[in-house]
């Protein structure tokens, strides 16, 4: 955790697209957040154009949709800078108006969330919930920094 989703229509993106907008959303998550980078996820869900409705008709226009699940406790000034960030950075990548992009942050508490097998810590505490890890959390660890 935490998991970035996007939805856009089949083949909107260019895998060097997926691949750019992966490594900037996770850069940019950890700027503001300062977590590890091996937390952050990103996930792309392509839609057939059939099954993407936005007011109940067939989306025609350039649509990308984000969705963040992170963990609760960012301050709301950052929240709002990020999400600039993220749009901004992203409609860049993605050769389109910022127009285009919607992107909803949805914040979890730190007790309802796990990573590697193990309940989180409060924001900000990263480096407790790293020592508490079993040795094969920590291998795992290691050869996602490696990969």
Same mark, same amino acid.
């Given at each position: 955790?935490?998991?970035?989703?996007?939805?856009?229509?089949? &083949?909107?993106?260019?895998?060097?697209?997926?691949?750019?907008?992966?490594?900037?959303?996770?850069?940019?998550?950890?700027?503001?957040?300062?977590?590890?980078?091996?937390?952050?996820?990103?996930?792309?869900?392509?839609?057939?154009?059939?099954? $993407?409705?936005?007011?109940?008709?067939?989306?025609?226009?350039?649509?990308?949709?984000?969705?963040?699940?992170?963990?609760?406790?960012?301050?709301?000034?950052?929240?709002?800078?990020?999400?600039?960030?993220?749009? &901004?950075?992203?409609?860049?990548?993605?050769?389109?108006?910022?127009?285009?992009?919607?992107? $909803?942050?949805?914040?979890?508490?730190?007790?309802?969330?796990?990573?590697?097998?193990?309940?989180?810590?409060?924001?900000?505490?990263?480096?407790?919930?790293?020592?508490?890890?079993?040795?094969?959390?920590?291998?795992?660890?290691?050869?996602?920094?490696?990969?």
């Amino acid at each position: 955790m935490p998991r970035y989703t996007v939805a856009t229509l089949e &083949n909107r993106f260019s895998q060097d697209q997926k691949s750019a907008l992966a490594q900037t959303i996770t850069n940019i998550h950890c700027s503001f957040t300062h977590a590890p980078s091996y937390f952050v996820q990103v996930v792309f869900n392509e839609i057939k154009a059939v099954n $993407y409705f936005d007011n109940g008709k067939i989306v025609t226009d350039d649509s990308i949709f984000i969705q963040g699940q992170i963990r609760a406790g960012l301050p709301e000034g950052l929240k709002k800078e990020m999400l600039m960030d993220f749009i &901004n950075q992203c409609a860049s990548i993605a050769e389109t108006d910022p127009s285009s992009l919607e992107m $909803y942050l949805t914040e979890i508490p730190a007790h309802q969330m796990t990573e590697l097998g193990v309940i989180l810590e409060e924001f900000g505490q990263d480096k407790e919930w790293e020592a508490k890890l079993p040795q094969g959390a920590k291998n795992k660890i290691q050869r996602k920094i490696k990969n």
